[in-house]
């Protein structure tokens, strides 16, 4: 029976309406589709085509010359043979992957926007099967987004976040969770509190040699970062430097890493779910996640180099001067893996300033409008 923590008790009276039936536009029970792309057999032939082509090209990048991530060459490979796997079971029959038209793309992703799939979701398969047909030879083939929907809707995206999706943005006591999760697993609980103290990502956190990390004032984070970037983190306040302190007594003297030896980084990923899973701490009923604590990163950090809330906590950009705005998001971006400003807003809200000096409010463009 699961050690079940009803998510108000984190600080009572904080998040009684944490837990609810509503769903994100798009979403289905608060996930992506059930529906999950096989159940139909790829010939042989196929997949031969397929693993020459990612074996050949999955860990180039699709603009730059610059290799990308294994997460990134995982995904692609899923994709993409979830792709075949669509078109089989929609009763096309295809028997190269050279033969791939522009029909195939449309009744696929018709299909995937049918079955109630994210804008997210479906926006990243067609730019992921855009890259495929470049390797192929259909450079081109492969449109705007918007030609393989009905809805338009369907692979719209907003990169700023809507929602506060840091745990004290949803009524939980950071500190007070972080205790009733170090009393069921200490090395759990070290993990995701290098991800509030630093803005780690989970897989960062798991990777991470807290003594051969730490040089002087910052700390380096070189294992498992997105695209394989290294960085460096300052270290800024005493929170920071006691959570490095405990990480470090509690890593292996030997590796230096955190949990059992021997365990592969997708087994220590899925001890912090099982873990958090066990307590009741989940999206669903909490309406919190390990990631928030990237988020809460962000938005602390946001507020000690500006010295007001994050937009999505009601700070009022409008005091700032939008060269300081766009110094600090710069920093932001950096320290959380990122190499553009306008990725800040995806955690800590629009960076847009509001003018109210001539009446009526007037905003600025948004700086950048990538993810």
Known sequence: MKDEIRCDSFEPGSASDLSSDKTKVGR?????????SGGAFISKKL???IEMVLNENSDKAAHKKKKVGSGTQSKRRTVIKGFFCDLLYLKFKIESIYNLKEKHLIAVFNFLEKQGQSPATIQNKISIMRVFCKWIGKDGMVRDSILYVKNKASVRRSTVVQEDKSWT????????????????DKVVAMWLELCWAFGLRISESVMLKP????????????????GGRPRVIPIENEIQRDVLQRAKQLGDGKT????????SMKSKRRRIYTVMESLGITLKDCGISAHGLRHEYMQESFKRLLG????????????????KLNVASL???????????????AYYGSRAIRKANTGHDKTTKEMGNEF
């Open 47 to 49: 997949l031969h085509q």
């Open 256 to 263: 230096g890493f955190l949990g059992k030896r021997g365990k």
């Open 169 to 184: 943005g949803n009524g939980v006591d950071v500190l007070l969770l972080l205790a009733v999760i170090t009393a069921k």
């Open 211 to 226: 003594a051969m990390s730490h040089e002087g004032d910052f700390v380096w984070i070189r294992e498992a970062t997105k």
């Open 28 to 36: 289905i029970g608060g996930k992506n589709s059930e529906h999950r």
């Open 331 to 345: 920093k932001l971006a950096e320290r959380a893996g990122h190499s553009r400003a306008s990725i800040g807003a």
């Open 308 to 323: 007001i809330d994050a937009p999505i906590k009601g700070g009022d950009l409008s005091q700032l001067e939008k060269t």
